[in-house]
């Protein structure tokens, strides 16, 4: 019998979006942009939540 796990609830900073491209605005010799990745800090890049429970469990 399968077995269902809830869902977690979404990062409230982040809206479930979790990691970003920010152009620096400068250009590769090729002409392409050049960006960096900038992930959520309060869910490190993962888009969810964790609970208060879930990170006395953990130790975060």
Known sequence: MPQHTRPRPICGHCDGFPTVAVTTGQTTPTGHR????AACPACHGTG???SARSRTRVGV
Do not use: G, K, V, W
């Open 48 to 50: 969810h939540s964790l």
């Open 34 to 37: 050049q960006t960096i990745t």
